[in-house]
């Protein structure tokens, strides 16, 4: 089965067709509605799966910070001082980065 979520978001281009603007909060709305869908009809891939339980926790010790009630998206916006095209941007390289580690191969 194709990676999806690698699919989704292998390059900004692609990820403007899906979200309305540059927002990580709409990202994250739209790939936790994705993770959602394709749980109730059993499609989440492996990668899917590991990207829904593994890439907050992965997040918090990016940034050394012990778990915490914050999601991924919410994290990375406040590191990146509110400012929410930036964070989109840092959440394409901290997946790309996670990818690597995760999987051992380039994520595009």
Sequence with gaps: MKKMIKYMIQSEGNIYRFIV???IEHLSAFLN??????????????E?????DNFSKWVCNYYNRKESDLEWDSLILF???????QALDVFLKLYKQWYQE??????W
């Design 33 to 46: 509605g994705f993770i959602y869908c394709g749980e109730i009809y059993g499609q989440l891939t492996k």
């Design 102 to 107: 995760e999987f051992g191969e380039d994520a």
């Design 79 to 85: 590191m990146n001082f509110n400012s929410y095209e």
């Design 48 to 52: 899917d799966k590991l990207f829904r």
């Design 21 to 23: 603007n540059k927002h």
